[in-house]
């Protein structure tokens, strides 16, 4: 027996809780990812709209003089940079809605303005407010996301509660076995220590099982954005947050885990007799 | 190797202070085998813990092997509770979820002796104690008198020089009584490691060498 193996055991003695606290843990941390992430994506749009240079890197919308121009200069964008990279929606027959698939190739709106010249047909364009595409764009998300965020506050809340039930349960239940090791020649301290790696790493392992499964579903916040013209790829940025919970969660856990263990006198067990 | 001298300890505070030890004193050499005897409350099991740095005195002095007890830091007192000290309780003590193995085991693992040194000692230990076939068995599948013997094997782990036995047979059967208390005098002659066992019973008081009554 080792250190390690008894870590192991203790684990795996208390994995109804500690699967109850994985979980607890693995649903704060997703959430709390899918949402910084998602405010993360709209505020980096909204940064690069508001920058003089990327005026009208998303959308542009032209109008022709007739359906004919408008379908020949359809068929120009699209030989020119493909369908894939640009979504095409006529408005109206003679309005041409146009919006990049993915934002950061901004490059790929000059060629839609060579192609349409290209085709030598008459037409007007009218301009867009990039913020306010991007506003629009991700309104949807960005609506998603405080509902996401209110789940989050109360999954959150319930969270922090349960950690401190589950710790205040474990810790209860261990005390016997605390006991026995203090007699066996550990001391007080590495018990304390040995308990809140046991904490730490049930919790870590929730962080950060939920922040890759928040990395993987945060993607998916572009179907509430319209026409994809926000990216919502998983950022670095969105990870702050999760390190600032999970610093607040190894604040709350060793503070659980100090007070309880200072209040339990290691002989009570043996004097009362209390047997296996 | 232990000296108290001039022990006092009392519980509470004021009007409900209570004196359990009062100018008490004794010495133990290797080899030794005392009982101690006397009513419910009179401080027992109280001297039992003070002698296994599990509990503080108000004042005397505490000397094992020389060296004063009151002054060892708290790193020191659990490597003396470990190294130096083997426990037997009436209530076994044992962890139910580890393997009798594993149990005694513990002691060894905290004193940092090498994996390989503490499988040979177990297995010797564990033939000793006639429980060679339930090494991997947990503890909480065996009986009272099967536990107590795992927990005599755990106390001997380290080559403590004391063993401190509290109410040993309490929770025991006559004939397992009688096993444990005939492997402590075995211990005791055969590896010259000093027994204090606290018992209510004249009987088994009677096997020591040395009967003290508080």
Avoid: W
């Avoid at chain 1, 709390?32 to 505020?43: P, Y």
């Avoid at chain 1, 839609?112 to 085709?119: G, H, K, N, T, Y």
């Avoid at chain 1, 998300?141 to 209110?150: E, H, M, R, T, W």
Wanted: proline share 3%.
């Amino acid at each position: 027996m080792t250190k390690a193996k008894l870590l192991r055991h203790y684990i795996k003695a208390n994995r109804g809780l500690y699967r109850a606290l994985f979980v607890q843990t693995l649903v704060v941390f997703a959430l709390l990812f899918v949402v910084a992430n998602t405010n993360l994506s709209v505020e980096l749009q909204l940064r690069r709209a508001q920058s003089a240079a990327d005026a009208d890197v998303y959308g542009i919308m032209y109008e022709f003089g007739d359906e004919s121009s408008c379908a020949l200069a359809y068929e120009s964008i699209a030989a020119e940079i493909g369908e894939e990279s640009a979504e095409m929606i006529l408005k109206s027959p003679i309005f041409l809605n146009v919006s990049l698939k993915i934002p950061e190739q901004a490059e790929l709106m000059e060629k839609i303005r060579v192609a349409v010249d290209s085709s030598g047909v008459d037409y007007h364009v009218y301009a867009k407010n990039p913020v306010k595409q991007v506003e629009q764009s991700g309104a949807g998300a960005l609506n998603f996301a405080g509902i996401l965020k209110l789940l989050l506050l109360i999954v959150m809340t319930s969270a922090a509660l349960g950690l401190v039930g589950v710790l205040l349960i474990s810790l209860y239940r261990r005390e016997y076995d605390l006991s026995v090791r203090y007699i066996c020649g550990a001391s007080k301290s590495g018990l304390t220590a040995a308990t809140l790696l046991e904490y730490f790493l049930v919790t870590f392992a929730g962080a950060a099982a939920g922040t890759a499964l928040g990395a993987l579903l945060s993607p998916l916040m572009g179907s509430f954005a319209v026409a994809g013209a926000v990216s919502f790829s998983p950022k670095i940025g969105a990870l702050k947050y999760g390190l600032l919970v999970y610093l607040f969660i190894i604040i709350v856990t060793a503070a659980v885990t100090l007070i309880r263990l200072r209040a339990v006198d290691m002989l009570d067990r043996v004097r009362y007799g209390d047997n296996i | 190797m232990i000296s108290l001298k001039n022990i006092y300890k009392s519980y509470g505070k004021g009007e409900t202070m209570r004196k359990v030890l009062t100018d008490f004193s004794l010495d133990i050499v290797p080899g030794d085998f005392i009982s101690i005897r006397g009513r419910s409350g009179c401080g027992k099991s109280t001297l039992l813990y003070i002698l296994g740095c599990l509990e503080t005195f108000d004042s005397g002095e505490y000397l094992y092997k020389g060296e004063d007890v009151s002054k060892m830091s708290e790193k020191q007192l659990a490597r003396m509770r470990g190294r130096e000290i083997g426990f037997v309780f009436q209530s076994f003590f044992l962890i139910p979820s580890l393997t009798c193995y594993e149990n005694i085991e513990i002691p060894m693992m905290y004193a940092g002796i090498p994996p390989k040194q503490r499988g040979e000692k177990i297995g010797s230990l564990l033939s000793e104690i006639g429980m060679s076939d339930y090494a991997n068995q947990k503890a909480a599948t065996l009986s009272g008198g099967q536990q107590q013997r795992v927990a005599v094997a755990r106390a001997l782990s380290c080559d403590p020089g004391i063993i401190l036995a509290d109410e040993p047979t309490g929770n025991l059967d006559e004939a397992s009584g009688e096993e444990v208390i005939s492997l402590f005098e075995r211990i005791n002659r055969d590896f010259g490691t000093a027994v204090l066992l606290v018992t209510h019973d004249p009987a088994i008081a009677a096997r020591a060498k040395t009967q003290r009554t508080l």
